[in-house]
Structure formats: structure tokens, C-alpha cells
């Protein structure tokens, strides 16, 4: 057991290296997580140092916080404590590609933008684009469950995951996927760990389904003159013989952040194929956009990143519903941030039914994004879906439920499997669904 701060540092230093252990004020705080600064951090530069790392916070029942890139740290509720910040950048090696079976292993702290240039030089991707992904770790966009766009063609991040090499609260290192060991028998873990937000244990290399990069594609913004036109129009496609890479709904105050030209609604499009098949499908999305009503121009790539930082708010919200209710529940929204006066900029996947809402800062003035929250989660739960806070001012978060309710018996299963995976309870406890 150690027992001072210098003998916590010595031990730390001895994992991973002088070099790789912070511990000075100034730099915890420019680290802290959700407000709460760290008492160390530690890099290590293997998965066998991560081991080491845990097996020392578990003997010492350190709180533990996984990091990645930094940029999604405050999702979840506020951490009581972190004693130990754990960055996985080190972790950063390709470990293997096999392009003949579109399949790549890669450390955790590997950037989405570094896996896309590696992968770019064989025509090949992780057709994963979350906001701000370029500079997301692997690990994180697994462990907060992200998705951007191209989940309408190819999913989210779990359902490309296809095995996980993580290390337990206890240092135990461990397979999930392909190879399983005795003590996770019986559990699909690379879809229990994708979102589960670093409380079952650490992922510190993931095999990757790839896909092909398509030859050609071309974008198109189709903006109506109402909403329920944008939702006729994304009834028809997806009703249709086209297929898409990207289908995503767009309000008036995305297309403003994003400097598009303004309209009630929008939605924009992808196709990515042989060139001749994405000249066809636009041509016949453009004919179709037209009958809609809709104003119809091709756009560069770009498009794509520009209504990503449309997101970019001090408060974002995510709103899982019917994907054939999105756009009841954009001009729910919208009626509600409205009478507010709350700008709202907001982006919806028309496959899965997912909305993520950008809100103003008046947003988290006073009691308002309670009650707005309170009353779409009560709407919401009629149809099963339900809406998580992503992002708020901390002293918003305070009284804010950000997960929302979950079925009892749900909330017991989530509990039993985070007390077998961290009996001790040192990863990022409390932050995820009902305190797990
Ligand atoms: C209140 C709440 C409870 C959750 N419970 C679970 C759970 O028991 N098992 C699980 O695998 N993931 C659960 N999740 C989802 C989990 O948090 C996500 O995997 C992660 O946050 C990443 O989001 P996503 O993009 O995968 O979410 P989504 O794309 O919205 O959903 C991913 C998967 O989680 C399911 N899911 C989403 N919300 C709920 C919910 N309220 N209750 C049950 N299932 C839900 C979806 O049906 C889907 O299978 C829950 C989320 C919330 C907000």
C-alpha cells in the first residue's frame, strides 16, 4: 500500500517513466474532468503499463478516469473524484492491418484522422464520423458509443467493433470478441464495453471492421420551404431504391451555424459508389427533391464538417426516438426552445431516429433546460426512446439528471454487470446510467 503523494508518484514513475507522470497543480487543473482535477496522470506506453496502472489504483482504490483525446470527458455525470487520469494516447500503434480481410487492430489512443491516413493508402476506411472526429481516440469514440453521419450506411461504432483487448479494474488483461477468457464468458463484450463510457474497463486495442473507400460520391443539400416537407422528402428516400451513405435532417439555426443558405429545414445527402452509380442516384435524388418542393444544390465534402460544428453549443443534447418521428420531434423541440427564445441548431439521422440538439447559452439560464428536458423525456418514453444530456455548464449538470429514468429492471442488470466487471468500484463510478 502506498503511502504519501511522493511515494504515489515514485510508483507511478516506476510504471511508465518520470517523463509520462504528471503531477504538478497547474498542469492537473488545465486536466481536470468535469471540474474535478485529477491527483495524477499517468501515460503509460503499453498494455502492459496499463495493467500495471490498474492493478496499483485497484490496490489503492484510486479512482480511475480513462482519457482519449480529451474531448467528450465531461459526458455523463460529474465525477465525485478522480485520483487517477489515465491518457491512452501512448497507445497509438497500428498493431495490424490486413487489407484483404478489411479488418485493422489498433492501440486505443490512435486518432480517428491517423487510422483514416493509414487506412486512405490502401482505399480503405472506419467509416465512423462523430463530431469533431478527426482528432477523437479510437478508444473514446468505442467507449462513449459515438456515431456522425455515416451511421445511416454503416452504423455506429459498436456494430464495427469486432474485438476488444482492455484491461480490467484489476489489471486483469483481457480478450473480448474472438477470444474469450473465462472470466467474461457468456457477454458479447466488444458491445458491452462500446458505450459504456469506460466503467467496465479500459480498451486498450480494438479490431476494426473496414470498409471499402468508394471510388466517387457527391453530397447534396435539398433545402424546403417547411419541415413536414423535409420529412415527406426523407419518407420517399428511404422508401426508395436509392441508397445513401448519409441522410441527415437539418433545421434552419444548423444551416445558419454552418452558413449554408437559410431555409425552415434541410436535408443533406450522400452517395458513395462507382461514378457512374453516384451520377445516377444524384440525378434521381435531385428529380425527387424537386417533386418535394425542395431547392436542390450539389456541395463539396466539406458540407459535412461545416454542419458538424453546428453542434458545437455549451449545451448538446441527444434525442433517440422513432427514426419516422424525427422531424415531429426537431419541431418539438423547436416549438419549445421558441417560446423560450433559445436558438437551437439541430442535426437528425433519418435512419436511426437519432437528433442531436445544439442550444444557445440561453439555454442555461435558469430553470429552462430542466423543464424542456423533463417534458421531451416524458413524451419521449410513449415510444421507448430517450434523451441524454451530452453537454452542459457543470452547474446546470448538478441538477440535472443527464441520463434520465431506466426501467428497473434494466438499471439491475447494467448494476450486476458493472459489480462483476469492478467489484471495487473504481472506473469512472457514478457517471454512467443510474450511477453505475
Ligand atoms: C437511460 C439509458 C439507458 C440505457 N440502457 C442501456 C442498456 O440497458 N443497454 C445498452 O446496450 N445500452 C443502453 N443505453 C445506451 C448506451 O448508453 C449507449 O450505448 C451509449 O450511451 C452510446 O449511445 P448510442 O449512440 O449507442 O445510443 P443509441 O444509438 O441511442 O442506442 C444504442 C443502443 O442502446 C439502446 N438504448 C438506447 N437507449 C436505451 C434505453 N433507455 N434503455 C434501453 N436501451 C437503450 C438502443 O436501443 C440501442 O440498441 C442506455 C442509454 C440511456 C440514456
Given at each position: 500500500m502506498v503511502v504519501s503523494v511522493q511515494a504515489a508518484r515514485g510508483a507511478l514513475a516506476e510504471i511508465v517513466g518520470s517523463a509520462h507522470v504528471v503531477s504538478e497543480p497547474a498542469a492537473l487543473e488545465g486536466l481536470a474532468v468535469d471540474g474535478a482535477t485529477p491527483r495524477w496522470a499517468a501515460r503509460p506506453g503499453s498494455v502492459e503499463e496499463m495493467s500495471r496502472l490498474l492493478a496499483l489504483a485497484s490496490s489503492e482504490r484510486w479512482s480511475v478516469v480513462p482519457r482519449g483525446s480529451g474531448s467528450c470527458l465531461d459526458l455523463g455525470a460529474p465525477p465525485a473524484r478522480v485520483d487517477l487520469l489515465l491518457d491512452c494516447r501512448r497507445l497509438d500503434a497500428i498493431v495490424e492491418h490486413t487489407p484483404a480481410d478489411m479488418v485493422a487492430s489498433v492501440g486505443a489512443g490512435l486518432s480517428l484522422a491517423a487510422l483514416g491516413a493509414a487506412l486512405g493508402r490502401h482505399?480503405?476506411?472506419?467509416?465512423v464520423d462523430p463530431v469533431g472526429g478527426a482528432s477523437r481516440s479510437v478508444g473514446g469514440v468505442l467507449a462513449t458509443g459515438a456515431s456522425g453521419p455515416l451511421r445511416f450506411r454503416y452504423g455506429q461504432a459498436r456494430d464495427l467493433l469486432l474485438g476488444v483487448r482492455f484491461v480490467q479494474a484489476d489489471g486483469s488483461i483481457t480478450w473480448g470478441g474472438s477470444k474469450v477468457v473465462k472470466s467474461v464468458t457468456g457477454y458479447d463484450v466488444p458491445k458491452l464495453l462500446a458505450g459504456s463510457l469506460g466503467t467496465l474497463g479500459v480498451i486498450a486495442e480494438a479490431t476494426l471492421r473496414l470498409h471499402p473507400m468508394p471510388p466517387a460520391s457527391g453530397s447534396w443539400l435539398l433545402s424546403f420551404r417547411t419541415p413536414g416537407a423535409a420529412a415527406a422528402f426523407v419518407g420517399a428516400m428511404l422508401d426508395s431504391t436509392l441508397q445513401p451513405e448519409r441522410l441527415v435532417v437539418a433545421n434552419a439555426g444548423a444551416l445558419r451555424a454552418a452558413a449554408r443558405p437559410a431555409a425552415p429545414a434541410a436535408v443533406a445527402v450522400s452517395v458513395g459508389s462507382i461514378a457512374e452509380a453516384v451520377r445516377s442516384q444524384g440525378s434521381e435524388l435531385v428529380r425527387m427533391g424537386r417533386e418535394h418542393g425542395a431547392m436542390v444544390s450539389d456541395v463539396p465534402e466539406d458540407v459535412w464538417l461545416e454542419l458538424g460544428a453546428a453542434l458545437a453549443g455549451p449545451v448538446r443534447l441527444k434525442l433517440s426516438g422513432e427514426p419516422a418521428r424525427l422531424c415531429h420531434w426537431l419541431a418539438e423541440v423547436e416549438r419549445l426552445a421558441g417560446e423560450a427564445s433559445v436558438p437551437v441548431s439541430a442535426l437528425g439521422d433519418a435512419g436511426s431516429g437519432v437528433l442531436w440538439l445544439s442550444l444557445g447559452r440561453a439555454a442555461a439560464d435558469g430553470g429552462w433546460l430542466a423543464g424542456a428536458v423533463g417534458t421531451l423525456r416524458e413524451a419521449l418514453s410513449g415510444e421507448g426512446g430517450n434523451l441524454v444530456v451530452?453537454?452542459?455548464p457543470r452547474s446546470l449538470k448538478d441538477h440535472l439528471d443527464v441520463w434520465g429514468p431506466i426501467q428497473a429492471d434494466s438499471l439491475a442488470i447494467m448494476k450486476r454487470i458493472k459489480r462483476e466487471f469492478d467489484p471495487t468500484g473504481i472506473l469512472n463510478s457514478g457517471r454512467f446510467v443510474g450511477g453505475a
Open positions: 482505399r480503405q476506411r472506419f467509416p451530452e453537454r452542459a
